[in-house]
Protein backbone atom coordinates (compact mmCIF):
# COMPACT_ATOMS: atom_id res chain seq x y z
CA UNK A 1 0.00 0.00 0.00
CA UNK A 2 1.51 3.32 -0.75
CA UNK A 3 1.19 5.94 1.41
CA UNK A 4 2.72 9.84 1.80
CA UNK A 5 3.29 11.14 5.10
CA UNK A 6 3.36 15.13 5.20
CA UNK A 7 5.64 16.32 8.73
CA UNK A 8 7.02 19.86 9.62
CA UNK A 9 4.17 22.12 9.77
CA UNK A 10 3.24 24.46 12.68
CA UNK A 11 2.92 27.67 13.31
CA UNK A 12 5.79 30.70 12.58
CA UNK A 13 5.69 34.00 12.66
CA UNK A 14 5.94 36.39 8.93
CA UNK A 15 9.12 36.17 7.89
CA UNK A 16 9.92 33.05 9.31
CA UNK A 17 11.41 29.71 7.70
CA UNK A 18 9.57 25.83 7.81
CA UNK A 19 10.77 22.76 5.87
CA UNK A 20 8.20 20.07 4.98
CA UNK A 21 8.60 16.80 4.37
CA UNK A 22 6.76 14.21 2.38
CA UNK A 23 7.64 10.87 3.36
CA UNK A 24 7.01 8.08 1.19
CA UNK A 25 6.53 3.79 1.75
CA UNK A 26 5.01 1.27 -0.25
CA UNK A 27 6.78 2.81 -3.74
CA UNK A 28 9.69 4.57 -4.66
CA UNK A 29 9.51 8.06 -4.85
CA UNK A 30 12.32 8.45 -6.99
CA UNK A 31 10.17 7.55 -10.23
CA UNK A 32 7.13 9.91 -9.72
CA UNK A 33 6.81 13.54 -10.73
CA UNK A 34 6.59 15.07 -7.22
CA UNK A 35 4.17 17.94 -6.28
CA UNK A 36 3.57 20.23 -3.14
CA UNK A 37 0.23 21.87 -3.22
CA UNK A 38 -2.05 23.95 -0.67
CA UNK A 39 -5.44 24.74 -0.05
CA UNK A 40 -6.51 27.35 2.21
CA UNK A 41 -10.02 27.98 3.44
CA UNK A 42 -12.45 28.83 1.00
CA UNK A 43 -10.18 28.35 -1.84
CA UNK A 44 -9.48 25.80 -4.52
CA UNK A 45 -5.92 23.49 -4.08
CA UNK A 46 -3.54 25.31 -5.55
CA UNK A 47 -0.08 24.11 -7.15
CA UNK A 48 3.54 25.30 -5.52
CA UNK A 49 6.27 23.52 -6.55
CA UNK A 50 6.59 20.49 -8.51
CA UNK A 51 9.99 18.39 -9.27
CA UNK A 52 10.84 15.71 -11.65
CA UNK A 53 12.61 12.44 -11.26
CA UNK A 54 15.51 14.11 -12.71
CA UNK A 55 15.38 17.05 -10.54
CA UNK A 56 13.96 19.17 -12.53
CA UNK A 57 11.62 22.11 -10.87
CA UNK A 58 8.97 24.02 -10.91
CA UNK A 59 7.17 26.76 -8.95
CA UNK A 60 4.11 28.73 -8.91
CA UNK A 61 4.86 32.82 -9.24
CA UNK A 62 3.65 33.50 -5.82
CA UNK A 63 6.28 31.61 -3.99
CA UNK A 64 9.33 31.85 -6.98
CA UNK A 65 12.37 32.85 -5.19
CA UNK A 66 10.94 32.25 -1.82
CA UNK A 67 10.36 27.89 -2.12
CA UNK A 68 12.85 25.29 -2.46
CA UNK A 69 11.32 21.91 -3.35
CA UNK A 70 13.75 19.00 -3.56
CA UNK A 71 13.81 15.08 -3.13
CA UNK A 72 16.43 12.53 -1.64
CA UNK A 73 16.24 9.68 -3.00
CA UNK A 74 18.49 7.69 -0.67
CA UNK A 75 15.52 8.51 2.18
CA UNK A 76 12.69 8.27 -0.20
CA UNK A 77 11.72 11.75 0.91
CA UNK A 78 10.55 14.86 -0.68
CA UNK A 79 11.00 18.29 0.75
CA UNK A 80 9.48 21.60 0.73
CA UNK A 81 11.81 24.49 2.12
CA UNK A 82 9.87 27.96 2.70
CA UNK A 83 11.68 30.95 3.18
CA UNK A 84 10.02 34.32 4.21
CA UNK A 85 6.85 33.05 4.87
CA UNK A 86 4.02 35.47 4.58
CA UNK A 87 0.34 35.66 5.84
CA UNK A 88 -0.93 34.12 2.56
CA UNK A 89 0.71 31.14 2.76
CA UNK A 90 -1.36 30.19 4.94
CA UNK A 91 -2.75 26.56 4.04
CA UNK A 92 -2.99 22.91 4.59
CA UNK A 93 -0.10 21.89 2.44
CA UNK A 94 -0.26 18.64 0.29
CA UNK A 95 2.55 16.43 -1.16
CA UNK A 96 1.55 14.76 -4.53
CA UNK A 97 3.13 11.42 -6.19
CA UNK A 98 1.96 11.15 -9.68
CA UNK A 99 3.01 9.08 -13.13
CA UNK A 100 1.54 7.79 -16.01
CA UNK A 101 -0.73 4.94 -14.46
CA UNK A 102 -1.38 6.45 -10.75
CA UNK A 103 -1.19 9.35 -8.09
CA UNK A 104 -1.40 9.55 -4.38
CA UNK A 105 -2.01 11.92 -2.19
CA UNK A 106 -0.88 12.81 1.24
CA UNK A 107 -3.40 13.76 4.09
CA UNK A 108 -2.17 17.23 4.67
CA UNK A 109 -0.03 19.32 7.27
CA UNK A 110 -1.20 22.83 8.11
CA UNK A 111 1.58 25.89 8.07
CA UNK A 112 0.13 28.86 9.32
CA UNK A 113 1.73 32.01 9.26
CA UNK A 114 0.56 34.82 11.92
CA UNK A 115 2.23 37.23 14.60
Known amino acids: QVQLVESGGGLVQPGGSLRLSCAGS????????MGWYRQAPGNKRELVAT???????NYAVSVQGRFTISRDNAKNTVYLQMNSLKPEDTAVYYC?????????WGQGTQVTVSS
Open 96 to 104: NAASLKSGY
Open 26 to 33: GTILSIYF
Open 51 to 57: ITSDGRT
